[in-house]
């Protein structure tokens, strides 16, 4: 049995998300991957994450397009060659160029991703001399990854990462089998395929097994994954660091700014439009928006019972909403007392080191309401 | 009847040097015939398992 991972396995760019990739990864190590092409997100810790948790947990990451520009060097090793069942197997992987490389490190280099057909058309006839079938892992989608096996010669079989779909009906390029297994997890693929005395697929069929409650748990992974939920919920508290949800009170809610907008459209169309509607977006572009020391001005309520937390339902949250600035909901509902608070509020973040321009009278303008 | 008792094990002894030589043949033949049969074995049965897109979620979301 051969078993392969279309990338793209790590989480988001935030810290639980790393610690929950790291248990991820160790779980994994015990599923006997047999290659994992590189998605843009396995990135997002940096190389050198990456490349521990390949050591440690023995992951076999590849990819044959994406170099250190310093270097000029492959960042991964661009194929493996594997044997099954008499076959041996040519296994490589492309990224898409057109994916956004962002990583959490302050170290990482800039990366440059080569054409991948160009790659492809290099490498393949090169992983042919050493290897009975050829084996694609095209983090590039679906549409991508078809225009390129349209241009493409000897690739026997290719796995489509970075989509949402899985192929549950067997789907054939030109000569090239296609895999496709989903995304998050909820699918596993299998496919069983003849091959043939040129290393050829002569047939196959897919089968598509939907990972959900009907699929019984393995005990001694489900032991681990409830062990680690444990260990997430402290590690969580520990990272705001002293920024602990401490003040408000339990019986207060924070209701988003859609319940805000029922009442007060035209102030809400305003804010909507101006940099306080971006200010997650804009932490999470420096890569910041797992800070809680800048968390605690781009969010709802950071320091407040039921205020911003990256679980549902408290993430819909994020972004300087109303609430940010008039408290919470639930009180502004019953005596409307908190309106004195916005403009006492503004300074808590628009301070000297994060905002030496501000002017209370000019930087008003721009959010009138 | 000696004589053709001994006529008989010389015709037996004589079928049975060339059934000998028959099966010989026919094994060096099967054996020469090699090609044939290893290319019924060369139709290799493999199974691929295959994830993708996990995004570091360790329950699946539906």
Known sequence: MLNLDGGDLF???????????????????????????????????????????????????????????????LILPPYVIVERGGVRFGIVSVLDPQQKIVTMSQHDPEYIVEDPLVTLRRLVPEIRKQADTVILISHLGDNLTEELLKELEGVDICLVGHTYRNY???????????????????????????????????????????LDDKIADDPVVAEKVSQFKEHLKEFRTSLRGEHQQTKGSDQEQFLTERSCQKCHQDSWKV??????ENAMASLRSK?????????????????????????????????????????????????????????????????????PNFDYAVYWEKIKH | MKPIGRRVSATLLSLTILLSLVLLLLAAVDKGRGPATSAAEEWRNVTIVYTSDIKGKIDPCG
């Open chain 1, 287 to 355: 890569g910041q928006g797992f800070n809680p020391d800048c968390l605690v001005c781009h969010v709802v309520g950071y320091e407040y019972k039921n205020g911003y937390d990256d679980l549902p339902p408290y993430n819909t949250l994020s972004n300087v909403q109303c609430e940010a600035c008039h408290g919470y909901g639930t009180m502004h509902a019953r005596d409307g007392s908190m309106l004195k608070r916005a403009r006492e509020s503004c300074v808590g973040c628009h301070d000297q080191e994060n905002s």
């Open chain 1, 168 to 210: 549950s009906t067997e789907r054939v390029v030109l000569h090239t089998v296609l895999l496709g297994a989903g995304h998050e997890g909820r699918f596993i693929g299998r496919c069983d395929a003849t091959i043939g005395s040129k290393g050829e697929v002569s047939s196959f069929s897919i089968g598509m097994t939907s």
């Open chain 1, 271 to 276: 804010v909507k439009a101006s940099a306080h």
């Open chain 1, 11 to 73: 989480g988001q760019r935030e810290m639980v998300e790393k610690e929950q990739t790291r248990f991820l990864c160790e779980v994994s190590s015990s599923f006997g991957i047999d290659a994992i092409g590189l998605g843009e997100r396995d990135l997002n810790y940096g190389i050198q994450f990456l490349r521990d948790m390949m050591t440690t947990y023995k992951l076999p990451f590849i990819n044959a397009n994406v170099k250190d520009s310093r270097t000029g060097d």
